[in-house]
């Protein structure tokens, strides 16, 4: 599975964003899809993650209802909408692939390249 993350930009503290992730092969139905975000100076965390049928979904307790993932198998596509940003949300955003519905980086077996979002204040 090859990723393709878009949509960061620069936004003022308290606008919104949607990053979207484009999935290449049959396949991507099958995977749960992760975010995660990287900082400068920090390591990598877990945003979110949506079960590879979308009904199941899970966030970092910093981003609970300000962020909302979401997908569309029939576009090979996992989104991420978030609002109501803060300038602690600036970071290089990936996202990912599992086999297995979770928030550790280990489980993920493809990365995108990572799309950066930056926030002023």
């Known amino acids: 599975v090859q990723l393709q993350a878009s949509g960061g930009g620069l936004v003022q503290a308290g606008g919104s964003l949607r990053l979207s992730c484009a999935g290449s092969?049959?396949?991507?139905?099958?995977?749960?899809m992760g975010w995660f975000r990287q900082a400068p100076g920090k390591e990598r965390e877990f945003v979110s993650v949506?079960?590879?049928?979308?009904?199941?979904?899970y966030y970092a307790n910093s981003v609970k209802g300000r962020f909302t993932i979401s997908r569309d198998n029939a576009k090979n596509t996992v989104y991420l909408q978030m609002n109501s940003l803060k300038p602690e949300d600036t970071a290089v955003y990936y996202c990912?692939?599992?086999?297995?519905?979770?928030?550790?980086?280990?489980?993920?077996?493809?990365w995108g390249q990572g799309t950066l979002v930056t926030v002023s204040s």
């Open positions: 990912a692939a599992a086999v297995r519905f979770g928030s550790s980086p280990g489980l993920y077996d493809y």
């Open positions: 092969g049959r396949t991507f139905s099958s995977y749960a």
């Open positions: 949506i079960s590879w049928t979308g009904s199941n979904t």
